[in-house]
């Protein structure tokens, strides 16, 4: 990618709400709901809600890695999701959901890789972390509508009871690397 940019995609649930989350991570450039790692050549919202797509809703993140590290970006995913349940994020449950790192390059896999044995080896969750690590494969950007969606959307149920937590909790947790 041009100027040392690069592009990492995380499956952590609904995209409207991971997206909530990286709009606001300095270092990031871009973010763009969409959808990966499907069976479909062009999938929509509706073949990959239903479940049988294959694909994975997901952020694709493109960031500049002198201002935030793949680790930082995958430290925040980390909290700002739940890794242990395989196709579920609170009450959005099936494989669209499931929590993936769709990496990009050899070293955004070996910083994942390390991360999640980390994770693992530190007892840090009750459960065995479930997250899927894969290389990028068939992305497609989710339709408009869903493009900024809580920017767009604050005050909508969902989004004040699922994605504004999340917002709040990277707020908390990772002020350092929020944008000013």
Same mark, same amino acid.
């Given at each position: 990618?041009?100027?040392?940019?690069?592009?990492?995609?995380?499956?952590?649930?609904? %995209?409207?709400?991971?997206?909530?989350?990286?709009?606001?991570? &300095?270092?990031?450039? *871009?973010?763009? /709901?969409? $959808?990966?790692? @499907?069976?479909?050549?062009?999938?929509?919202?509706?073949?990959?809600?239903?479940?049988?797509?294959?694909?994975?809703?997901?952020?694709?993140?493109?960031?500049?890695?002198?201002?935030?590290?793949?680790?930082?970006?995958?430290?925040? %995913?980390?909290?700002?999701?739940?890794?242990?349940?395989?196709? &579920?994020?609170?009450? *959005?449950?099936? /494989?669209? $959901?499931?929590? @993936?790192?769709?990496?990009?390059?050899?070293?955004?896999?070996?910083?994942?890789?390390?991360?999640?044995?980390?994770?693992?080896?530190?007892?840090?969750?009750?459960?065995?972390?479930?997250?899927?690590?894969?290389?990028?494969?068939?992305?497609?950007?989710?339709?408009?509508?869903?493009?900024?969606?809580?920017?767009?959307?604050?005050?909508?149920?969902?989004?004040?009871?699922?994605?504004?937590?999340?917002?709040?909790?990277?707020?908390?947790?990772?002020?350092?690397?929020?944008?000013?």
């Amino acid at each position: 990618m041009a100027d040392g940019l690069q592009t990492l995609v995380l499956g952590g649930g609904c %995209f409207w709400c991971t997206e909530a989350v990286y709009v606001q991570v &300095r270092g990031v450039l *871009d973010v763009e /709901s969409g $959808y990966c790692n @499907g069976n479909l050549p062009e999938p929509n919202y509706e073949m990959v809600c239903s479940g049988a797509s294959g694909y994975c809703e997901v952020v694709k993140l493109i960031y500049d890695p002198a201002q935030v590290s793949s680790r930082e970006l995958l430290e925040i %995913f980390f909290v700002v999701h739940d890794p242990t349940t395989l196709n &579920r994020q609170g009450n *959005d449950s099936g /494989s669209q $959901y499931r929590s @993936g790192i769709y990496f990009s390059s050899t070293e955004q896999e070996q910083v994942a890789r390390e991360l999640l044995a980390e994770l693992e080896a530190s007892g840090v969750y009750r459960s065995p972390v479930v997250t899927e690590l894969l290389p990028l494969d068939k992305y497609s950007p989710a339709e408009d509508y869903h493009q900024d969606y809580f920017e767009r959307n604050p005050n909508q149920g969902y989004c004040m009871a699922v994605a504004a937590p999340k917002v709040a909790k990277f707020r908390k947790t990772f002020a350092r690397l929020q944008k000013d």
